[in-house]
């Protein structure tokens, strides 16, 4: 397969030079072997016009991956943190103002979940720690509508909706909500020091 893309030229002093591009690359379908490898290899060229001989094109993988190595995690990506001191994790309202400051986070830059899928990931899966405290009886009973671009991923949120209505009731968990969000809590900011070294005001 094969594409075209227009790129944009930058002046210089003696001539032209092209601005680098960003591609990404997504494959549908599957393959079904036994043993599935850990790598597949996959070929990647650019081609230039004769007049454009003189430019040599550098091809960088920039997957997922490969940009987490490049960019740690660090404090200064989670502009919410560190909580105030007198943040009352009992309080609806105190959750609810943190989930708007998460889902404004994870909203104002569209490209982060491709720069730093790690961040992406962490504050992706706080925000959906935020919203089930704010409103406990998720998916159950009334909450307000989050922004679609936020997907429902991430270990906390994947629990929370498919534990099995089977299962004895955790003896934690029944005095709803204040029970809930004080157990939500512990993982918040066990995560937040884990992952960041944040420790709790609290």
């Known amino acids: 397969m094969s594409t075209t893309i227009n790129v944009k030229t930058i002046p210089q002093q003696y001539g032209y030079t092209l601005n680098s591009i960003e591609l990404s690359v997504r494959f549908h379908?599957?393959?079904y072997f036994q043993d599935v490898p850990e790598?597949?290899?996959?070929k990647v060229s650019i081609h230039l016009s004769d007049e454009w001989a003189g430019l040599l094109p550098v091809v960088l993988d920039v997957s997922k991956d490969?940009?987490?190595a490049k960019n740690p995690l660090t404090p200064a990506m989670f502009p919410f943190l560190p909580l105030p001191s007198q943040f009352e994790p009992t309080d609806t309202c105190q959750w609810?103002?943190?989930?708007?400051?998460?889902?404004?986070?994870?909203?104002?830059?569209p490209l982060l979940d491709s720069k730093n899928p790690e961040c992406y990931r962490l504050m992706r899966e706080l925000f959906w720690m935020a919203f089930v405290a704010a409103f406990p009886e998720f998916p159950h009973?009334?909450?307000?509508?989050?922004?679609g671009l936020i997907?429902?991923?991430?270990d906390f949120i994947s629990r929370w909706v498919l534990k099995?209505?089977?299962?004895?009731?955790?003896?934690?968990?029944?005095?709803v909500p204040r029970a809930v969000r004080l157990t939500i809590?512990?993982?918040?900011?066990?995560?937040?020091?884990d992952r960041l070294s944040i420790p709790s005001t609290r």
């Open 29 to 31: 379908g599957a393959v």
């Open 39 to 42: 790598h597949v290899p996959v």
């Open 66 to 68: 490969s940009l987490a």
């Open 96 to 109: 609810q103002q943190l989930v708007k400051q998460i889902e404004h986070c994870l909203l104002a830059d």
């Open 141 to 147: 009973g009334d909450w307000p509508r989050w922004n």
């Open 151 to 154: 997907t429902m991923e991430g």
């Open 164 to 175: 099995d209505e089977d299962e004895e009731p955790n003896v934690e968990l029944l005095d």
């Open 185 to 193: 809590w512990e993982q918040f900011r066990s995560m937040v020091y």
